[in-house]
Structure formats: C-alpha cells, structure tokens
C-alpha cells in the first residue's frame, strides 16, 4: 500500500505523519477475544521470579533486603498532581500516583522485568538439561563456580536502545553467559560504557534499533549455543513484564486503593517497541479486567504501535513508512516498528494511544524534579503525556470521581547526574519560556 492509500484508507496516518499530536481510541476495546495468553502463564512467570529470587540474592546484594524479589515502590504524586495539570490547564478527578520502575535494582527501568525474567528462564533451561538443577532446589547454587563454567559454553545475545541491553547484559555476564548486546545509534554512551565494564560484547551500529535488532538476530542464528532475545516478538518478555500486575494489584491492597466500579484505575505507559506497555497490560487486564483501563505515550515523531495498530498491520508497516524520522529525545522510545507480539495482544486490551511532542516529556522530566525531587528519564514521563491527552475523552466515558492514575515511570535511577542535569536544563528552559 502506498502512502495514498493508506491515508485514504487509514485517516489518521496524515495525522502521524504530519506529527500532530493525536489520541487514537481504539474501536476494539473490550470486545470478546481468545487470547494466545493466559493466567496460568502469567503465574507461571511470577513463580518462576520466585524460584530465583534466593539466586537474586547472592548475586546481587542490592536486591537482598528485599529477598531478591526486584519491586518497585508505588508513590503518591500530590504537588506535581496540583502543578502540572494547573500549567497544563485540565481537571484530573482522583488521585495521581506513580509506579517508580526508575528505581527497579540492576537496570533502573521496567527492562528489569522482561529482560530480567527472559535471561533467568534460558538458565533454568540449560541448567536442568544438564542435570545440574532441579526445580526443588535452592535457586542460590546457581551463584557457584561450576554454573558460571557450564554457561560459559552458551551465548545470550540481544539488540536494545539501551535498557534492554542493561538489564540482560548485567545478569547475563553475572551467570557467566557470553553475552553480546547490539546497539542503535540512539543508545547512550554511559550505557554501552557500564554494559563494557561488566563484561559484555557490545556491537554499535551506524542505523536504527530495527538495523541492530536484525543483524544480532542473523548473526546469533547461525550459532545455535546462542539465545536471541528477540524484544520485537518475545512472549518471555511480555510475561516478565506481566508480573507487576500480580505484585501492584498487593501494592494497591496495601495501601488501601480500591479497584472497583467505583474506582477505577487508569495506568498511563510509555511504548517503544509496545513490548513493556503491551506485557504491563496484558497482566493488568489479567488481574484487574474490566476496572483497569491502559494507555500507551508515544513520540510524534515515533508512533510506531499506534501506526500498526490503527491499520491493523502491526509489525508490516514502519514510522519510516510514512516518511517519518523516528528521531526522539526519548531514547528508550525511540523504535520505528512495533513489535510483533504487542499489537495482536493488545488489540482488545488497550483503551488507547496518545502522541506527544518531545518539548513536553523535557518539561515533565524537570517538574518532577522541581515538584517531588524524582529524577527520571524523559521517556519514563511521557505517562504524564498520556494522562493529560486523554482526560477530556475519560471524563465523558467513564466514573472518574473516584479514580485512580498511575503514571508508569519506566527508568532513570543509572542515568548519570551530567544526563539529568542536562535534560533539567532543557526542561527548565521550556518551562519558562510562556
Ligand atoms: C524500553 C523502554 C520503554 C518502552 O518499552 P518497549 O518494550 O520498547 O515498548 C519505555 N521507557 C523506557 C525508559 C524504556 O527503557
């Protein structure tokens, strides 16, 4: 289909590709579907986490007060609730809070999740063909020099903007796998740099994600002691990311906020490849059904699900498609083809997807330091972007009186102090230019 065609078949794609900030609702919301996921697989990777977690323990002493389980703390948002939709000019019934994934321990990003739990699944797979690990076992053996050997004989190897190879590379190298991590243009220096020093094989390419993703995918193919971890169409990922669900729905319980009819609760995710937001909110519909509604932030200048999921084509169209540049301040965000797996799952999971214009997410990324002293990266903000785009459809379908927003901060706590500083500089300077 050419670009014609498809605008006159898909009105929105102008839209996308003249960058205009849009909210795509989509028409299949809620509708009856059998979904190639279930509860059971779900389960199944949240006790898997638990197998390993005494393993989590030993190898990374961080995650030991919190008995190698990694979590993040769930935190009320009230200045920067007051703040920003006083300069953004809406009402926001209910109350904010905001899932700090930027504090997840190993990658600071919700990559700890997929990443994390696809690398701990390979192990246990090689480890009990080889006999050396039974399921009954305390998972903290894996930590011994006779394991990091056995390892050492597979590759694990992964393309990534950045977090993706963070949080693989770090357990990956930690159990001995020769782990190489290929890089897009857009992956920060510091991350390649900290990925070399545990270790790891980092491959930079000159292109995209989508370049990097298809030469480590060819290249490990021809190896077969080498386990791709393919984040454009990984069910382990997506069920990595899944388990937040199981852990926020006790988080909410904890902290005495209700879901319910009354209460619903509306989570807004950033999406790159669709793959963390997609995963989040297939456990999300899982645990929660029908009081939980989701929706994705994208850069305008990268739309990638919204495009392949407003025309159905999901992984067959590109943002290049449509003569987009795929350029962002949103590094972690910054993927021109969505993933394989999202799109089909979310299709009548997801509430919608918003666009964002980059100055916004710098200026979140400053007011959260101003408003609550929290340092994120601006991908991690551009829930706030959703939030924002969608109140005035919400407030016209749904019970808002009593309910709950949760902002899913994606990363930030490695991003070095000269990154932060530098992205409040910019941030600042928006937010006194009106
Ligand atoms: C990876 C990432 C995302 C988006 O996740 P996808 O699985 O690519 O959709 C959002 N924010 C940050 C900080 C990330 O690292």
Not at 22 to 28: A, V
Not at 105 to 133: D, N, T
Not at 330 to 338: E, S
């Amino acid at each position: 289909m050419d670009v014609a065609e498809l605008n006159a078949k898909y009105p929105i794609t102008k839209d996308l590709a003249a960058k205009k900030e849009t909210l795509w609702i989509n028409p299949d919301y809620g509708k009856d579907a059998q979904l190639e996921l279930s509860q059971e697989d779900l389960f199944d990777a949240s006790a898997r986490f638990e197998r390993f977690a005494p393993y989590m323990a030993v190898a990374f002493p961080e995650t030991a007060a919190a008995k190698g389980i990694l979590e993040s703390p769930l935190h009320r948002l009230n200045a920067m609730q007051k703040h920003v939709t006083a300069r953004e000019g809406y009402d926001l019934p209910g109350a904010l809070y905001l899932k700090a994934d930027n504090e997840l321990p190993i990658s600071g990003s919700i990559k700890s999740r997929g990443g994390i739990y696809e690398v701990l699944k390979i192990a246990e797979k090689v480890a009990i063909e080889h006999g050396m690990l039974v399921y009954g076992d305390n998972y903290a053996i894996l930590n011994q020099p006779e394991f990091k050997e056995l390892f050492s004989h597979y590759g694990i190897a992964v393309g990534s903007t950045g977090n993706l190879g963070l949080s693989i590379g770090i357990v990956a190298a930690k159990l001995g796998f020769n782990t190489t991590v290929h890089m897009s243009m857009d992956a920060k220096q510091w991350k390649k740099d900290t990925l070399r020093s545990k270790g790891v094989n980092v491959v930079e390419y000159d292109g995209s994600f989508t370049k990097a993703i298809t030469t480590g995918r060819e290249l490990a193919a021809k190896d077969p002691s080498v386990f791709f971890i393919d984040d454009e169409g990984s069910t382990d990922l997506f069920l990595g990311y899944g388990v937040a669900a199981i852990r926020l729905q006790k988080q909410l319980k904890d902290m005495q906020i209700p879901v319910d009819e009354d209460h619903p609760l509306f989570v807004y995710l950033p999406a790159g490849v669709g793959g963390s937001p997609g995963g989040t909110t297939f456990g999300l519909k899982t645990i929660f059904g029908k009081n939980v509604h989701a929706i994705f932030a994208e850069p305008t200048h990268v739309p990638s699900v919204v495009l392949g999921m407003a025309t159905g084509m999901n992984d067959k169209i590109s943002v290049y498609d449509i003569g987009l540049d795929g350029l962002t301040e949103a590094d972690g965000l910054a993927v021109g083809r969505p993933s394989r797996l999202a799109g089909r799952v979310m299709k009548t999971l997801l509430l919608g997807i918003a666009t964002f214009d980059d100055d916004r997410i710098m200026k979140y990324t400053a007011e959260m330091m101003d408003q609550e002293d929290m340092k994120l990266e601006p991908s991690a903000t551009a829930g706030f972007a959703a939030m924002r785009a969608a109140q005035g459809y919400l407030g016209e379908h749904y019970n808002m009186a009593n309910a709950t927003h949760i902002v899913w901060a994606t990363g930030g706590m490695l991003v070095p102090d000269y990154e932060h500083e530098r992205n409040y500089k910019i941030g600042e300077a928006l937010l006194n230019d009106k």
